[in-house]
């Protein structure tokens, strides 16, 4: 099984909101991730976790805050979002040994 | 600072063609490079990866080659069908260790488009 699911596919919230991005996989990989893709550009990283803990924030915003709470699950808990945090969030997953990146479907998120 | 480039930035081929999409990049240090498709709208698919010892890697009609001294990959696509439309993505990862560990540097992709 290579998949990693996220939910939900799609999420409107407005400005004040508070909501909450899910990513889960089943593959026993060690490294998950947080990407950021804007209409026609490519992901961009946001959060990256090792054995469960944060080892690389990319100077995101305090409105993004990622969770791992095990290491089947990432959380990405949203706060007092911008209209300019629409996008698509994409969580990715890899065994740390072999290192391919496998992504989920993405959640498609617009802010209001 | 890494940075990797993909040229075309857009393909239209008719089907049965054999095509060849191009990515550089500036830092030879790199520990592999992953190519991805990309569907609208949807996640990314690996599709191959090359650890920056291998020369090429080969999946189906898909082979892709790194020549890490001259920071170039290519990903060569044989007898195209239309079901290979996409936007097509290489990403560099450097040396491993440090605060680089897991970090991607993308291209700005090529779009391919295949029609019958």
């Known amino acids: 099984d290579t998949e990693v699911t996220q939910t939900p596919k799609h999420l409107v919230m407005g400005m004040t909101n508070k909501k909450s991005l899910k990513c889960e996989q089943h593959m026993g990989h060690r490294a998950m991730y947080w990407y950021k893709q804007k209409a026609k550009k490519p992901p961009e990283l946001m959060f990256v976790?090792?054995?469960?803990?944060?080892?690389i924030n990319e100077s995101v915003p305090s409105r993004f805050s990622p969770e791992c709470p095990n290491s089947s699950l990432l959380n990405l808990h949203l706060h007092a979002l911008q209209p300019e945090d629409s996008a698509l969030y994409l969580c990715?997953?890899?065994?740390?040994?072999?290192?391919?990146?496998?992504f989920g479907p993405g959640t498609r998120l617009l802010v209001l | 600072k890494q940075e990797v480039t993909q040229i075309p930035a857009a393909l239209s081929v008719p089907e049965g063609e054999n095509l060849v999409l191009n990515c550089s990049f500036t830092d030879s240090a790199i520990y592999n490079l992953q190519w991805f498709r990309q569907d609208p709208g949807k996640g990314l698919t690996s599709l191959l990866l090359?650890?920056?010892?291998?020369r090429e890697q080969t999946s189906g009609r898909l082979n892709a080659s790194l020549d890490k001294s001259s920071g170039r990959s290519t990903l060569y696509i044989a007898a195209s069908q239309p079901g290979d439309s996409a936007t097509y993505l290489c990403?560099?990862?450097?040396?491993?260790?440090?605060?680089?560990?897991?970090?991607?540097?993308f291209g700005q992709g090529t779009i391919l488009t295949v029609h019958p």
């Open positions: 976790y090792s054995y469960e803990k944060l080892s």
């Open positions: 990715a997953s890899s065994h740390p040994t072999s290192e391919t990146q496998y």
């Open positions: 090359i650890q920056s010892s291998q």
């Open positions: 990403a560099v990862r450097p040396y491993a260790g440090g605060t680089s560990y897991g970090k991607l540097t």
